[in-house]
């Protein structure tokens, strides 16, 4: 599949940062014991959360089209209290994508500079931090106490990694999270085309903005690679 792509002064890629949820970790297990969770047929609740995202609404709405009145703080809440040894909305190294460690080992190979960096509670960092990952740093939002698409999101990923933002490129499935705030902040962009909303927004006039958009992690060392010929 072709797009059209933005033209940009050329600067050496030197860093690249990565988001978590559907860059590397595969969210799909995460729905189904929501959908588990709230009662609701499986393939049911991917319907919905498909549907609502489609029509540019909130994630949060299909759970609410299954139980009205949720509200995520108090059921993750109840679910913890209730089974504090099980996963719940969290993952582990079986939801990594098999393409993350080879791709990630291939850019450090390249001599560039690796992070991760999504919105993700505390937890989630030191679950990412025990899978030893080919990676330089790891941060998540809620340690910084600022979340995408804010743009003092991509500031704290700019300082976190020494370069200039047209050094940078920030890799991510969502163009208004990921993309879109990563271009406005001076950062190159990647868009990946994976998960719900990654297939969703690839279709969208405004991947565009993105300076590539890529079908895997597997693509993205040579993508890299070429920028520099």
Known sequence: MSYPRVSVPFVKIRSVVLDVGETLIDETRIFERWADRLGVPRLAFFGLLGAVLAEGRPLIEAFRLVKPGFELGAESAAWL??????????????????????????????????????????AAG?????????????????????????????????????????EILYVGDRLDNDVLPARRAGLRAAL??????????????????????????????????????
């Not at 089974?83 to 390249?110: G, I, K, T």
């Not at 600022?146 to 704290?156: H, I, L, M, W």
């Open 192 to 229: 990946l085309r994976r998960g719900m909303l990654g297939y969703l927004h690839a279709g969208r006039t405004e991947a565009a903005q993105a300076d590539t958009v890529l079908d895997g992690l597997a693509e993205l060392p040579r993508w890299v690679a070429d920028q520099a010929d």
């Open 81 to 122: 209290a209730e089974e504090p040894e099980s996963l719940r909305e969290n993952f582990d190294s079986d939801d990594l994508y098999p393409d993350v460690r080879p791709a990630l080992a291939d850019l450090r190979a390249m001599g560039l500079s690796v992070v991760v960096a999504g919105n993700q509670p505390t």
């Open 126 to 166: 030191a679950i990412l931090a025990a899978m030893d990952l080919p990676a330089d740093q790891i941060h998540v939002s809620d340690d910084w106490g600022v979340a995408k698409p804010d743009p003092a999101f991509f500031t704290r990923v700019v300082s976190a990694t020494g370069h200039t933002p047209a």
